[in-house]
């Protein structure tokens, strides 16, 4: 991250947007002291940043007797947004005043949110999103921050792989235009929802280029390969009505109703224990590699896995009490 990136970290209830940048402005000078954090001023405190700033800083300002469920965890970087609603995050591309192209900053800043929401045990379910009308118009080729050839394609391999390996399901929520490496990132995430509005392309060869964001793996899995080379062979722009028909949306709504959607599916996913979820992407994810042996193998696997959570030991008491299940991540 740049040192021009400003990030801003809180866990509060019931803020809205200017209360919370209001609070994180009252965080005492203490909490970024050159003792706490040599070389570094955190930007809570309006200074810039030598390095990757770490988003458990937020701890600070953790009130001390609130349960983790009912947190509500905002980082706002430069060009990244995430946000948590109880075990949903939210990931928002947010550079709408150019229809969310993503440039050097962007790509570093949506590795770092992606590898370090890896890490959180509350993150059940993520939303990928673009802020405005557009999910994201794809890379940035105005130049700017993406240094060397070799540079910015590690860049991008770096946010593909980062999504790629998060544990838990993912969703694309999509409006407007999804185009290049934006559309590749979209097909990164396990599930794509789009509004009527959205626009698809893979046009690289356009542009003197070919398929990267992982483009040449995630297109022939969720569409036949003909239907594949064809997007990639044209390099035209395809509405949401043809998307959907050859298979590369899971869903399509309205714009009105995009919204409402992804978080019922989001909250439906975050309803269920996150071991089985976990383990259902994991087992799909490897199963076009392997043989049916080793698939049936993983899943013993995998059951075992499950058979040892309490969340299994919950459903069954759910169902002889004929009750909802409700599930801990245990």
């Not at 080729?141 to 391999?157: N, P, V, Y």
């Not at 696997?301 to 991540?329: C, H, L, V």
Request: hydrophobic share 40%; glycine share 6%.
């Amino acid at each position: 991250m740049t040192s021009r990136a400003h990030i801003l970290l809180a866990c509060f209830v019931g803020l809205n947007r200017s209360d919370l940048h209001r609070a994180i402005k009252a965080v005492p000078d203490s909490h970024c002291s050159a003792e706490k954090c040599p070389n570094h001023k955190h930007a809570c405190c309006g200074h810039s940043s030598n390095h990757e700033p770490d988003v458990r800083l937020a701890l600070y300002l953790l009130p001390g007797r609130i349960q983790a469920h009912y947190l509500s965890i905002v980082v706002v970087m430069e060009t990244v947004e995430v946000s948590r609603n109880d075990r949903v995050f939210t990931v928002t591309m947010n550079r709408p005043d150019r229809k969310n192209a993503i440039n050097g900053t962007m790509w570093r800043e949506l590795t770092q949110a992606f590898t370090q929401i890896k890490e959180e045990r509350e993150a059940w379910v993520v939303i990928l999103a673009g802020a405005g009308e557009n999910f994201s118009s794809g890379g940035d080729l105005t130049g700017g921050s993406m240094g060397s050839r070799e540079q910015a394609m590690q860049q991008i391999t770096d946010l593909v792989a980062a999504i790629h390996r998060l544990p838990m399901p993912t969703i694309a929520k999509v409006r407007g235009y999804c185009i290049g490496g934006g559309m590749g990132v979209a097909m990164a995430c396990d599930l794509l929802i789009a509004s009527e509005t959205a626009k698809f392309t893979q046009n690289f060869a356009l542009r003197g280029m070919s398929l990267d964001s992982g483009a040449s793996h995630s297109l022939p899995r969720r569409i036949p390969m003909h239907r594949a080379k064809e997007l990639a062979f044209l390099a035209e722009f395809i509405d949401a009505k043809a998307a959907e028909e050859m298979g590369l949306l899971n869903k399509l709504v309205t714009d009105t109703e995009l919204d409402a959607v992804v978080d019922q599916w989001a909250n439906r996913i975050a309803s269920l224990p996150p071991t089985s979820v976990q383990n259902n992407k994991r087992l799909l994810n490897n199963s076009l590699g392997i043989s049916m042996e080793q698939a049936l193998e993983d899943e013993a696997t995998a059951q075992y896995q499950n058979w040892s959570t309490k969340d299994f030991i919950e459903a069954m008491q759910a169902f002889r009490d004929k009750r909802p299940p409700k599930f801990e991540g245990r």
